[in-house]
Every structure is written in structure tokens, then in C-alpha cells.
């Protein structure tokens, strides 16, 4: 059960319902799709540009978030894969209103219980080249918006207290993560094992991932978090180019013969021509 191959597609998922209208907001002429096990995208148009985006809300965890990601990319064949919220920020430098790219996921839970202590066995899943190189683009023309291109952690865990037992062991291994989330790790490795689709995280930093996370979240720092999460994922899609041999790759525009065929190279389309006699050529074996 696969979508038709009509124009590439821009999976684009969330985890919370404000997470999901943010993105929405930017997508137009939107249509509900049910896959056969009951999960629900919205697919419309990216103005400007030759992408469908399909729109999902999968709810909270990696796990979660790993098998149904899994089930998309198998129905929709998406190009690209970005999953797009909120997070908190493990960094004194990434603050609240910053947005946060991850080069790189962390899942943070994985390791040994040995007699001296847990053992920590890291696992880092790279986000996408293409997809960051986009991001870097679009951020330089987006004056408002401070960027940090770093890792994320992802675990099972609300944080909430900075000097909690989960706070000093992400300081201690994981030193380097901007930002915790919850799904992250999950998105990444199924667009990995699952045809290695570009990939990307995206997060607008909501809270410090301290004490004073519910007072943020009150104050409205959720929806302007995931607003502007939605609004550089967008202008990441505007900047991404779609493989070649889509509607919309990276080649410039071709030369055009007065028949209509368009010429490439060593490759000439014949479609919608007029011929007189008889036409030499090769056939590679495409349709």
C-alpha cells in the first residue's frame, strides 16, 4: 500500500498537538489519509516549490516514534524526513527562544550495570548532510532566529530538575548535547534502516529542562517554540532540492527544441514530438 509517485514527498512529523499545528499552519490545499492500520497524515502543498508535505502527530517516545516512522516511510516513500518540536536545553548558551539543529542524535539509555557502576555504551545516529546544509542556508536569511547546529539527547524522560541523577549523567557523557527531547533517536534510525532517507531534527528550545519547566511552558514558550521550529523546517524545504529526476531537482533549467523535447546531456525526450521517417537511437532500458 504505497502512495503514488507523482511528486516527491516531505514527510513532516511531530509528537505534540501544537507541535503539529505549527507545521500545519504552513501547508496548504490539505487532504486526510488513513494508512490500513489506522495512522493519519494530512498531505498538501509547500507553496513555491514541488513538494508534498505529509503531515503526521505521533505522539510522545522514541519507540513510539521508531515503528510508526517506519510504517510512513513504507506507505509514502518520503524524500526527506524531519521531525519538528520542542525541547530542553542541557547548554547555559542555548536559551529559551533559541532553535536547535541536531547534527547528530544521542539515545542516552543504552549501556551495562556492572559491579563498579553503569557502564555507558553511547549510540549516535547522524542527522542528515543535505538536510543540515539546508538549514545552515536557511537560518543565514532568518534574522531573528539564533540557530545552534549541536547534538541532541533522547530519552525516555521529562526533565525537569537539572541536578537530578539524569542531569549529571548527560553532563558527564553526553557533554556536548544541546538539547533533550524524547523521539529524536527513534525518527533517525528507522529513515537509517528503512532505505536511508535524509533525515533531520528540529527543535525550538521551550525550557532549560529544569525546575522552572511548567512555569516556562505557561508563560507561551511551547508555542513559540514549535512556531518557530515549524517556520525554519519550512524554509529548510524551500532550500532542500528534490533528487534528480524529480519535478524539481538540483540541474538547471534545459534547452527546449520548438517539438517540446527537452534536451540533457546526451539524453533526448521525445515525448509530444512529431517525427517524419524513421529515428535512430538506443534504448537503456526505461520506461
Known sequence: MTMPDIQPTALVLTALPLEYAAVRAHVEEREERIHRDGTRVEVGRLTSTSWHVALAELGMGADRAGVLTTQLIDWLRPEAVLFVGVAGSLKDDVEI?????????????GGKQAPEGFLVRPKALPGSHAL??????????????????????????????AESEIARFLRQNYNDAGAIEMEGSGVLQAAHLNGQVNALVIRGISDRADAKKH???????????????????????????????????????????????????????????????????KSDGRR
Not at 242 to 266: F, I, K, L
Open 97 to 109: 527562544g533559541d532553535l536547535v539543529v541536531g547534527t547528530q542524535v544521542y539515545e542516552i539509555h
Open 215 to 281: 512555569r516556562d511552558d505557561a508563560s507561551g514558550s511551547q508555542q513559540r517554540a514549535a512556531e518557530q521550529a515549524a517556520a525554519v523546517t519550512i524554509a529548510v524545504l524551500h532550500k532542500h532540492r528534490p533528487r534528480e529526476g524529480s519535478s524539481d531537482s538540483e540541474e538547471g533549467p534545459q534547452e527546449r527544441g520548438p517539438s517540446g523535447a527537452t534536451y540533457g546531456g546526451d539524453h533526448v525526450d521525445f515525448r509530444c514530438g512529431t517525427f517524419h521517417g524513421s529515428v535512430t537511437g
Open 132 to 161: 543540515e546544509q539546508a538549514a545552515r542556508s536557511a537560518v543565514r536569511d532568518m534574522p531573528d532566529v539564533r540557530a545552534h547546529f549541536v547534538p541532541i539527547a533522547t530519552g525516555d524522560v521529562v526533565l525537569t530538575d
